[in-house]
């Protein structure tokens, strides 16, 4: 039997086992063959050298992580112990300042934080029109919007367009009280929020003013020519046939198009059909169109928001209807 201890004084040690050691027990069941005790500042490892040196690297890439962010959510925890592909590893390694995709207000550094996530930016970046499909939390807008404001500053694009099907009021906003942007602004909010994120506040409101950045309903999209654009579509999932040949058909010259959505959420009355399934099936085989399919380990919510998905996936196989997410 061998044995090794790893210090953690470059981290919160705190931080580093979770409340009441929930982290560290997520390390002794991802390793059930070594002896694994907490000291202090130290972790001491018991067992054969191949699960010393497995586990080892596993604790390595936790600690260069919480150097650099400080800290680390149990979801990201449990990522690292469950992931030994390359890829998954690399994801959780020392990023390259290249990987930042915009620096927002007082410097905060939005980035690709998944691996489906950095298949999204891969995906965009040579790809003018991707659809981004998963279930909440998984960051699809965030990270479209991410990618339309780093277009927008590098002059890739010359304006931001994002919309959302209002399906809770029909798209038929006329009966709301207030002007247009007070109508729509309940649906759109998410849009704003990520926005708010990456763009200073004065700054987003004469991008705003000059139209530079436009967030309106699908519907106000039919009959125009977007180009020089950067469009997301999001809640895809709520448009109907119709309306998503509509929205692809917008696209002009030097445009991308990012369409985010989750098709097991669909609002849509009983009387009518998303469009989203049949778009990416009959579209998948065009080049230039992209699909990226994000599950449940990319998301980035409350961790809870895991086992959620999980819980009602499983719900629905039960009951008949296969999850949509692909093994």
């Known amino acids: 039997m061998t044995e090794t201890i790893i210090n953690l004084e470059s981290v919160n040690p705190i931080e580093f086992f979770g409340v009441n050691n929930r982290k560290l027990d997520l390390l002794k069941k991802k390793f059930p063959l070594l002896k694994i005790l907490s000291r202090g500042t130290q972790v001491k490892l018991s067992g054969s050298p191949e699960q010393i040196e497995t586990a080892r690297e596993k604790i390595d890439l936790i600690i260069q992580y919480m150097e650099r962010n400080g800290d ?3 979801n990201y925890f449990e990522q690292i112990l469950g992931g030994d592909d390359a890829e998954t590893i690399d994801n ?3 990023r390259n ?4 995709l915009v620096l927002g207000p007082n410097g905060k550094t939005v980035r690709a934080r998944t691996i ?3 298949r999204m930016v891969t995906a965009s970046d040579k790809n003018d029109i991707v659809f981004a499909v998963g279930p909440a939390g998984t960051g699809k807008t965030y990270t479209a919007v991410a990618l339309a404001v780093r277009a927008l500053k590098n002059k890739i694009v010359k304006k931001i367009i994002l919309t959302r099907p209002a399906v809770e009021a029909g798209e038929n906003l006329g009966f709301l009280p207030g002007d247009l942007k007070e109508k729509i602004d ?5 849009l704003y929020d990520a926005l708010d994120d990456m763009i200073p506040a004065d700054k987003l409101g004469y991008y705003m003013s000059t139209r530079t950045i436009e967030i309106a309903p699908l519907a106000y999209m039919r009959g125009r020519t977007l180009d020089n654009a950067f469009i997301i579509l999001d809640e895809a999932q709520n448009a109907n046939d119709l309306q998503l040949k509509m929205f692809l058909t917008r696209i002009g010259a030097n445009a991308k198009a990012i369409i985010t959505g989750d098709p097991t959420q669909i609002d849509l009355p009983k009387n009518q059909r998303s469009g989203l399934e049949k778009a990416i099936r009959i579209l998948q085989n ?7 399919e994000l599950d449940e380990e990319d998301v980035v919510r409350h961790k809870l928001v895991k086992a959620i998905i999980k819980a009602y996936d499983k719900e629905r196989e039960k009951e008949g209807a296969p999850s949509y997410h692909r093994d």
């Open 72 to 74: 680390m959510s149990d």
């Open 92 to 94: 959780f390694k020392e």
């Open 97 to 100: 300042p290249n990987d930042i």
């Open 116 to 118: 489906n996530q950095k």
């Open 186 to 190: 309940p649906y759109l909010r998410p």
């Open 286 to 292: 065009i080049d230039g169109i992209s699909h990226i």
